[in-house]
């Protein structure tokens, strides 16, 4: 092996991604076969997992396995397999902190479409633009719940930083809802708070069927549409753009900037969640790689630095543009109309 200022470099890391798209297979695997949430009564044999999924014996003992070497199960010398305390906070999908939303679509939906990216790159093309209403709706339809708790401790964080609605009534509207988690955990802040949830009309039953689950229906108005195009209103204390920046482009972002601002009202709050890289573009690699799956799967989509997104801030006329720690990938960005 070559030797560069002493140190040996070997091509492991190489060999370690060939095999990259393993581990969220497995995990999807996994949680669609229900194996995290039969542990998480107790460790448990193999034997015993396929009694309760009927999941083949051979299948369950290669994922099972594999797992533990990844950390997510652990295994002892009656070889009787129980969860990790990462896999029972995070994979066991009666629980509210579930993360496994997002790998239900790895097999199906994301890594079909990363298989063409030779030819993306090549043509700067996407597979299929889920940021367009006709191919996205179906999508988002299945997607945003499963995400939901990705979504929501940030939401939360929100919430209590803003600590809004003290006796009088507080107005959100709650951009590309979604699951409506955003104008959700506002609303359980306060009674006071009304949000205006606005979507694609297909997408529009999923955020009233969550807010149902909620009880929260009674404070919620929907509108639905583009959001280029739709009607907002005005005069509202809060907005949010819970991840959608990413998928909308630099030049429909700065547009979508623009018209919230005229739909808040003086001294009102946006508040934005995105997927942020460094100005430099080094890192972090979660934001590096999503800005790829936005290549892959939308027109014009990419991830964008503080700096970048600020500079669109102050454009369309906010100020004080500042960031928020926040459980998640990334801080939630705030900007003030004066």
Do not use: C
């Amino acid at each position: 092996m070559p030797v560069t200022g002493g140190a040996q470099i070997t091509p492991e890391r190489i060999m370690q991604f060939v095999w990259g798209y393993v581990p969220p297979l497995i995990l999807e695997a996994a949680i669609r076969h229900r194996v995290f949430d039969v542990l998480d009564s107790g460790p448990k044999t193999v034997d015993e997992v396929h009694k309760e999924t009927s999941a083949s014996v051979r299948g369950l003992t290669a994922i099972m396995n594999a797992l533990v070497g990844l950390d997510f199960l652990a295994k002892d010398r009656q070889d009787r397999y129980s969860l990790t305390p990462e896999s029972a906070a995070f994979l066991v999908s009666t629980k509210p902190s579930f993360q496994g939303g997002l790998l239900r679509h790895v097999s199906e939906q994301l890594i079909p479409n990363w298989l063409h990216l030779n030819e993306v790159v090549a043509t700067g093309e996407p597979v299929r633009s889920v940021n367009q209403q006709g191919n996205g709706s179906e999508f988002f339809k299945q997607f945003v719940n499963d995400i939901f708790p990705m979504s929501y401790p940030a939401a939360q964080v929100l919430a209590r930083h803003l600590n809004a609605g003290g006796g009088r009534t507080v107005r959100v509207l709650d951009l590309a809802a979604g699951s409506g988690v955003w104008g959700i955990a506002l609303a359980q802040s306060s009674e006071h708070i009304r949000v205006t949830a606005v979507d694609w009309p297909d997408v529009i039953p999923v955020t009233r069927g969550t807010v149902g689950r909620f009880g929260l229906a009674n404070r919620f108005s929907f509108v639905e549409g583009d959001l280029l195009k739709a009607d907002f209103g005005s005069d509202y204390d809060i907005a949010t753009l819970g991840h959608i920046l990413h998928s909308e482009g630099r030049e429909h972002s700065r547009v979508l900037l623009a018209k919230t601002f005229g739909a808040l009202a003086s001294g009102g709050t946006i508040a934005i969640a995105e997927f942020l890289v460094n100005a430099d573009r080094k890192g972090p690699v979660n934001g590096l790689f999503f800005a790829v799956n936005m290549l892959v799967n939308t027109d014009n989509g990419d991830t964008y630095s503080f700096e970048e997104i600020r500079g669109w801030l102050a454009e369309a006329g906010f100020t004080d543009a500042r960031t928020i720690d926040s459980p998640g990938p990334s801080p939630l960005i705030l900007a003030t109309k004066p």
